[in-house]
Nanobody, 123 residues
């Protein structure tokens, strides 16, 4: 029922910027928290950022705080991740996720997931 479709991944030089988008559909998201996770080869899936749909309150992983910005557009049902000052260690497949609830959870207990989009940052 809920569908999340990511776009915007690609190849970028270290220090550059890239913006990912997640098109959400299937229902009203007023009671949801939306998030971005990432997974690098050989590593566990890692929380990046989350946003509460109703009031735009956010939560960020320490590794991206000050560099990444998560936002949502209620009119277009879009969740974006603006990534600045990118580092090679940001290289990963990035996933959009959604869960019902109020808390901006940093764990992987989300109910819906997108297909992922590859971000590669070269040194």
């Amino acid at each position: 029922q809920v569908q999340l479709v990511e776009s915007g991944g690609g190849f970028v030089q270290a220090g550059g910027s890239l913006t990912l988008s997640c098109a959400a559909s299937g229902r009203t998201f007023s009671g949801y928290v939306m998030a971005w996770f990432r997974q690098a080869p050989g590593k566990e899936r890692e929380f990046v950022a989350a946003i509460r749909w109703s009031d735009s309150v956010t939560n960020y992983a320490d590794s991206v705080k000050g560099r990444f910005i998560i936002s949502r557009d209620t009119a277009k049902n879009l969740v974006s991740l603006q990534m600045n000052s990118l580092k090679p260690e940001d290289t990963a497949v990035y996933y959009c996720a959604a869960r019902q609830g109020f808390l901006l959870r940093a764990d992987s207990t989300y109910d819906y997931w997108g297909q992922g989009t590859q971000v590669t940052v070269s040194s």
